[in-house]
């Protein structure tokens, strides 16, 4: 019986985003007959996905270290790979990318990178490094042509040399389309899954614990209340949610987050960051409510941002039409209620959560920032403008709330996207073919 492959991801943090969750997602569809798959993460935040990964098979280990201690971790990780015999690398993001090279420069490893992002938006200790040491890598995975084109454009030397060691792929993100289906009306998504920690009894969710050496002398709001059962209070620094016992069917869902039944719900899942530009989602928010005033709006997710957007919510006077969740191990209770997915981003990769929302069979409404234009057709799955043309977002949205026939038919069309294009399998057969190509190499 032929040995397995034992694979260590390797990247900084293990909170909510996109490039995190990949991880145990691909994991889980990988043939674990074939791989083994250890992951170290260096930063340690109280809302992490740990736990996930270790549920999918992987083996979690934390070095603890901080951004620029990453550089004196090379002799912890090459002890490591020895001691658990380790056949390839794969990082993702700049700081792991940085640190692998290094390592693998030493150890005579493969190293596969993923590049999650284009590389102008990185900050410039993270773009030099990760530009300079870019070489030293066998396979470099892009989740977009628009990440891959940037790969061509901030190389400082041709990493595309005829001959050279280092190989460019695109692999576009996927989805488990068999998981994230569209929850039905009596599904007791809630109670079934892992969405807090309820046995029966109303728990609170700490959220929004600041990293440490972030913190930046603002203070958070006291309390905020929106409509129905939804409380959000602060205690001890960190802002705590409470949502009522969710034993319910979905159909009581929306009224439980203070959502009328009948009400068409826009929403969005994200880390609440710069990039996402959630203080134009908000204003857009705010524009619809003018043409179609029972919409609620609906955000899932926590961030840097969380106390400005809160704040342009409570000045706007319309608090009862937003609904904010906190971040949350299972979105596809939330998903299942939106009826647009709504993005102003003025940068992305290729998002995770509005593929996992059109799996959910949610049309998207957005900005064609990153590899959104290859995600969605326009006028096919959703309407896209341009990154500074958002305001023709408003226009969009009320035209599919008001269309039922047209959403209905994007919204077909947004899953059948996700299958045909973005499945999760797809992905994971795509990865696998470059595990087994640098070990042959």
Not at 7 to 12: N, T
Not at 228 to 237: M, T
């Amino acid at each position: 019986m032929n040995k397995k492959i034992k694979i260590l991801h390797l990247i900084k943090s293990l909170g909510r985003g996109g490039a995190e969750k990949l991880i145990p997602e691909t994991v889980r569809v990988h043939d674990q007959e074939r791989f083994e798959f250890h992951c170290i993460y260096f930063y340690h935040q109280q809302n992490n996905i740990v736990d996930e990964l270790e549920a999918a098979g992987i083996q979690v280990h934390l070095i603890p270290s901080g951004n620029l201690g990453l550089f004196f971790q090379v002799k912890k990780v090459k002890a490591f790979i020895g001691e658990h015999g380790i056949q390839i690398i794969h990082a993702h993001l700049p700081w792991a990318g940085i640190l692998s090279r290094l390592v693998g420069k030493e150890l005579q490893i493969p190293i596969v990178y993923t590049e999650h992002n284009t590389w102008d938006r990185y900050n410039k200790v993270s773009y030099w490094g990760n530009r300079l040491t870019f070489k030293l890598q066998d396979v470099a995975i892009a989740v977009s042509n628009e990440v891959a084109l940037s790969m061509q454009l901030n190389s400082i030397f041709d990493p595309y040399q005829r001959g050279g060691r280092l190989k460019v792929k695109v692999i576009q993100n996927g989805v488990n389309t068999e998981v994230f289906r569209r929850m039905g009306k009596g599904e007791e998504g809630l109670a079934k899954r892992d969405l807090g920690k309820w046995n029966g009894e109303q728990e609170n969710e700490r959220i929004g614990e600041r990293e440490k050496g972030k913190g930046n002398g603002e203070e958070v709001h006291d309390s905020y209340q929106g409509e129905g059962n939804l409380v959000v209070k602060k205690s001890d620094n960190n802002l705590e949610i409470q949502i009522p016992n969710p034993q319910s069917p979905i159909p009581n869902f929306k009224s439980q987050l203070g959502i009328p039944e009948e009400a068409k719900v826009i929403g969005k899942v994200a880390v609440f960051r710069s990039q996402k530009r959630l203080w134009i989602w908000v204003d857009l928010a705010l524009k619809i409510l003018e043409r179609s005033p029972n919409t609620h709006f609906l955000l899932v997710g926590d961030g840097d941002w969380r106390e400005r957007i809160i704040t342009q919510i409570e000045k706007s006077g319309k608090q009862k039409n937003f609904h904010w969740v906190g971040v949350q191990k299972e979105v596809i209770p939330y998903l299942s209620i939106m009826d647009i997915y709504l993005s102003t981003s003025e940068f992305e990769g290729l998002p995770i959560a509005m593929l996992e929302a059109m799996s959910c069979e949610v049309p998207v409404v957005a900005t064609s920032a990153g590899g959104i234009g290859e995600m969605v057709q326009h006028g096919v799955q959703g309407f896209l403008t341009g990154i500074d043309g958002y305001e023709g977002l408003v226009d969009f949205a009320v035209q599919l709330l008001e269309d039922t026939e047209l959403h209905s038919q994007f919204a077909k069309a947004a899953r059948q996207r996700v299958v045909d294009k973005f499945s999760m399998k797809r992905m994971v057969e795509e990865l696998e073919g470059v595990y087994e190509s640098v070990i042959a190499s």
